[in-house]
């Protein structure tokens, strides 16, 4: 459902029904609309996921990831099992299994080109700000947004 237009808001309400009819949004089930709370609701979701979640989860990656044996990209063979292979590729997995897990690992050139995009993922921009670092002089007037948001949510 589109916002109401007697919210009062003209911009609010042409732009969501913008993005709501004109984009790849349209052909996915939509949010329940009806009041500003709700439009709160969902702007909340938006800036928490393209903010805060996208930082937890983009930028210890390659802490964990860029070590490729913790987390390999790929694997260029199947680590042998009791069924599907000859008894003598079973013998040798039982015997030595840190030989075949080797031949599953990624190569050096796969392994590398995974850690250097993880790298760049991982890492801040030079020039990054933070959310609430600089308050907006048009928000500073306002005292519940000045004193920290309380009563938000």
Do not use: C
Request: charged share 20%; hydrophobic share 35%.
């Amino acid at each position: 459902m589109v916002p109401r237009k007697d919210w009062g808001d003209t911009t609010v309400y042409f732009r969501i029904s913008n993005l709501l009819d004109r984009t790849t949004l349209q052909n996915i089930p939509r949010p329940v609309l009806k009041t500003p709370e709700d439009l709160i609701q969902i702007i909340t979701t938006i800036v928490w996921v393209t903010s805060g979640h996208h930082a937890a989860v983009n930028f210890g990656q390659y802490d964990f990831a860029g070590y490729f044996p913790n987390r390999p990209s790929t694997a260029r063979k199947n680590i042998p099992s009791e069924y599907g292979y000859s008894s003598q590729e079973w013998k040798e997995f039982v015997d030595k299994p840190e030989i075949a897990l080797l031949h599953t690992f990624p190569s050096q050139a796969q392994a590398s080109k995974v850690m250097a995009v993880l790298d760049v993922l991982s890492t801040h921009s030079p020039d990054e700000e933070y959310m609430g670092e600089h308050m907006e002089a048009a928000w500073k007037d306002n005292p519940e947004i000045s004193s920290g948001g309380s009563g938000v949510g």
